[in-house]
């Protein structure tokens, strides 16, 4: 079927379009509903195959899906027993994204929460468009900015940004990791164990990052992720060193905590200085 006619922006960016028409005549702009969207799509782009079904499906270990059912068309599925609408909201537009991105590439689409998180080219090119695309959709970055601009992000400040979108406030923070110029770490942890992480540009230049994918990495046992602290929601100085050993000894981040009972995980932001680097020190007579 040939390549993918779009990117995940300019895919984004049609759709934003499409909405900021119907805001125009009197519709809800925000949170997009991505249901009615979906069913939508196929028929405004003329394509043959359209997504006819929209629905819940269950079942565990299951996130989100897009199923080719021959003859009829793509049926996109998602669950929502996780009891968040923001969560479902971000699946349901991931898929969306698998549709107008990657229908050429292949008849079925199985995703997991780990995709959903999934940002790296290099590693899981397209869960990363999938996610790159819903993230435009759901939070245009004139109006994010608009709720997020300013030094002191937190965790109130990305939980009304999440209440505007109708996403989770992962989503958000995610959004704003992405967008920022500051210099940040995103962690999600489980049982004293890293899930992912996500830095910004600015803290990946600095060396501020941590590599997840396929091997246990451990939050810093002086770290307020790992204290029995309930959670600090605008955050606390800590030394920097406490996260990464190489830094100078006068550096301090700010460590925001959100614990999430309910899912058994806990989210942590770290704000960094921009100028602070903790790269390990080089080796005397190394290139």
């Given amino acids: 079927m040939g390549v993918p006619a779009f990117t995940p922006s300019s895919a984004a960016i049609l759709l934003t379009h499409w909405l900021d028409a119907l805001e125009a005549s009197g519709g809800k702009r925000f949170p997009v509903d991505i249901k009615e969207l979906a069913l939508q799509v196929g028929r405004q782009l003329k394509w043959s195959d359209e997504i006819f079904e929209v629905r819940a499906a269950n079942i565990d270990s299951f996130e989100g899906g897009l199923f080719q059912i021959q003859g009829r068309g793509w049926a996109l599925l998602y669950n929502e027993q996780f009891g968040s609408d923001g969560r479902v909201r971000f699946t349901q537009a991931h898929e969306l994204g698998h549709y107008l991105l990657h229908r050429g590439v292949k008849d079925t689409f199985q995703c997991t929460q780990g995709d959903m998180v999934q940002w790296s080219p290099d590693q899981a090119p397209l869960e990363s468009q999938a996610n790159a695309f819903a993230s435009n959709l759901l939070m245009p970055m004139k109006q994010f900015r608009a709720c997020t601009d300013g030094a002191a992000i937190d965790f109130d400040q990305l939980s009304d940004a999440a209440d505007k979108f109708g996403v989770s406030l992962t989503a958000a923070a995610l959004r704003w990791i992405q967008s920022t110029e500051q210099s940040a770490v995103l962690v999600m942890a489980r049982d004293g164990f890293m899930l992912w992480s996500v830095s910004s540009d600015k803290a990946r ?20 992720a790992a204290s029995a602290t309930k959670g600090t929601r605008r955050g606390e100085r800590v030394s920097l060193s406490t996260w990464f050993e190489h830094a100078h000894k006068d550096a301090v981040a700010r460590e925001m905590k959100l614990p999430c009972e309910s899912l058994g995980y806990t989210l942590s932001l770290l704000h960094l200085s921009g100028g602070d680097k903790v790269w390990e020190p080089r080796p005397w007579g190394s290139d």
């Fill in 205 to 224: 230049e600095n060396g501020a990052f941590f590599r997840t994918r396929g091997r246990a990495v451990a939050v810093p046992p002086d770290s307020i």
